[in-house]
């Protein structure tokens, strides 16, 4: 009877015959281009603009003093010194100066993080596969989120750590392993993951080395919480406000919460956004295919069960991986940002790896490529500033972030270029701002750290007009989604003039508010003013209405529909003009059109009422107003 031969086990990395310089292994440089498909999907974008909580640290790092790294840097719910105060200190200048650049390190990272993923993995497995792993993360369009916004190199940041510790962990180098670790610690809290996982790396670790790992990365964990736990209570640290679950959410149980977010992380493994698209049936096809290879090649093949068997290990650890990474996602709902799937996603790929490679080695490339079809079918970045946010489904997207960057990075080309320098105590009011768009500046600032002048305020329009001040008004920002420019600057006398012209049309002095509005539009020269010029057409159309001029009144008002369809006196005139001539329905419809718009318009509602009795015959006259 012949004698059977011994199982043959997977050596550890530094066992294995020598592999050769990553400089000369090919797929070490595939590993490094897999960076390259996400940013030639992320071109044309202002990549790099800082944009919301950026301005919260860098107002920090420019105006406090204080280079402790024992407070939030700038965050009031989170420490994290080294992705806040650390990145900020060091980058501000460049990030003001040249936001692109900031895309460009990000993007680098990136590439280097892959690297060092196919480094960790080359050892145990084959370079095709290892490289399949290593881009995992990076075959995603949310990924993009991490190249443009700075406030990401919190994730980045995390996952570039993280691959670091996993690299020292597979050649067994304890220091390098928690020197990582520690780092990915300091910049997300999410990276406790990885503590929890770099102990039960397979092949890695002999199960008496493994104990000596486990209790390290607990130790250097366990210190971390406590500090963690330290700085919160001294700096008054709290979890932010605003962003808790409505009453139908409180009643959503731990494992719905858990199921929407594994849903949603796996969709954004396949470039799907949140809301259900064209593309969702073909990648559940293409999904259930590779499945079903799968299972008929272990049914079938002796060999593909003896390599799954060998690779169970690995398919648990990565299985382990993206489950508590995305536990760690379920606290967040309903607000869902695609591109914190990343870290949990590396798990994803070694487990996707593990098992389609022990089917059949060609089949890891299989879901390589639909990945790669699927960013280049994403959306790429918009191309303007639309005055409502698109609807996409999630919280924070690449597409929902791009239209800030752009608002941000038009804003501050506008002030500057007009004003190198504002005086200090100066306003800026801003009018029209797009909707969901007012938090992007950081309050004031936005304003401060562009100019680094902690004097300098923001104020809207609407405020001005009702305390009747334009002392200190350096110049007044108003946004339009059509023209050659998203941010026009206004002339400060010219609103002025404006202000007064609605005040005395109030008041019902239309033929004074008629000779403040030619002053208005004279005093603003600028022609790309549209949204300006087509308020002081539809404030002339009411004013004309008043005066009984009705014909020159519509002539106005078309005027100014023609500048901003949603401009509410416009429609509001038409539907005067066209109850008083009976035509009900029509007039009806602009009014509908109006409370649209402006749902507490004055009057409107009423009109309304006047209008449908008019169209029911209960009125005998139509009152033009």
Not at 114 to 133: D, E, K, Q
Not at 371 to 398: K, N, W
Not at 606 to 615: D, F, S
């Amino acid at each position: 009877m012949p004698r059977s031969r011994p199982a043959r086990s997977t050596p550890a990395p530094q066992d294995r015959p020598d592999l050769g310089p990553l400089w000369r292994d090919p797929w070490a440089a595939a590993a490094i281009l897999g960076v390259v498909p996400l940013l030639l999907k992320s071109l044309g974008a202002p990549l790099g603009e800082p944009v919301a909580e950026d301005f919260d640290f860098l107002h920090h790092a420019l105006f406090s003093g204080d280079r402790s790294f024992l407070d939030g840097g700038g965050s009031l719910s989170f420490w994290r010194p080294l992705a806040h105060q650390v990145y900020y200190a060091t980058l501000a200048p460049l990030m003001l100066a040249h936001p692109g650049w900031i895309a460009a390190l990000h993007t680098m990272l990136l590439a280097v993080t892959s690297l060092v993923l196919y480094a960790t993995f080359r050892a145990v497995i084959p370079g095709p596969r290892a490289a399949a792993i290593a881009t995992f993360p990076m075959l995603a369009e949310s990924t993009r989120t991490l190249i443009a916004w700075p406030t990401q190199f919190v994730d980045l940041g995390t996952l570039f750590f993280s691959a670091i510790a996993l690299h020292e962990a597979a050649r067994r180098r304890l220091g390098g392993a928690l020197a990582g670790l520690l780092a990915a610690l300091l910049c997300k809290e999410v990276a406790v993951v990885t503590a929890l996982m770099l102990p039960w790396l397979p092949s890695a670790l002999s199960p008496r080395a493994r104990q000596r790992w486990i209790l390290a990365t607990a130790a250097l964990a366990s210190a971390w919480a406590a500090a963690y736990l330290v700085v919160r209570r001294q700096a008054g640290l709290e979890l932010p406000h605003g962003l808790e679950p409505d009453a139908a959410d409180l009643l959503l149980t731990a494992p719905a919460r858990l199921a929407w977010a594994v849903e949603n992380s796996l969709r954004a493994t396949m470039s799907l956004p949140w809301t259900r698209t064209g593309p969702d049936a073909l990648v559940t096809i293409l999904l259930a295919a590779l499945a079903g290879v799968v299972v008929w090649r272990l049914v079938t093949d002796a060999s593909a069960r003896l390599r799954a068997r060998a690779r169970i290990p690995w398919a648990a650890w990565g299985i382990s991986w993206f489950a508590l990474a995305t536990a760690a996602l379920a606290v967040v709902h309903p607000y869902w940002q695609p591109n914190r799937s990343a870290f949990g996603s590396l798990g994803t790929g070694v487990a996707a790896v593990a098992v389609l490679g022990s089917a059949h080695p060609a089949l890891p490339g299989v879901l390589v490529a639909a990945r790669l079809a699927m960013l280049a079918l994403s959306p790429g970045p918009p191309r303007s500033v639309t005055f409502i946010a698109p609807e996409t489904g999630a919280f924070m997207d690449f597409e929902k972030l791009v239209r800030l960057e752009r608002l941000m990075a038009s804003t501050r080309s506008a002030l500057e270029s007009r004003f190198p320098s504002l005086p200090r105590g100066a306003r800026v009011a801003h009018h029209r701002l797009p909707r969901l768009t007012s938090y992007a500046f950081g309050g004031d600032r936005a304003l401060q750290v562009w100019y680094r002048d902690s004097t300098l305020r923001w104020v809207p329009l609407k405020e001005l007009a009702i305390r009747q001040d334009m002392m200190n008004v350096a110049t007044i920002l108003e946004f339009q989604d059509h023209g050659p420019r998203p941010i026009v600057l206004l002339e400060v006398e010219a609103v002025r003039r404006l202000m007064k012209a609605n005040e005395l049309y109030g008041a019902r002095r239309p033929r004074e508010a008629l000779v403040e509005l030619r002053e208005a539009e004279r005093l603003e020269p600028g022609p790309d003013a549209v949204v300006f010029r087509s308020m002081v057409a539809g404030r002339r159309a009411l004013s004309l209405v008043d005066l009984g001029a009705h014909e020159q009144a519509e002539h106005e008002a078309q005027r100014c529909l023609g500048l901003l369809r949603d401009n509410a006196d416009g429609h509001l005139v038409l539907a005067l003009l066209w109850g008083d001539r009976g035509l009900f329905t029509e007039a009806e419809a602009q009014v509908d059109t109006v409370l649209r718009i402006e749902p507490e318009y004055p009057g409107a509602a009423r009109l309304r009422e006047i209008l449908r009795a008019g169209r029911a015959g209960l009125l005998p006259e139509m009152p033009v107003r």
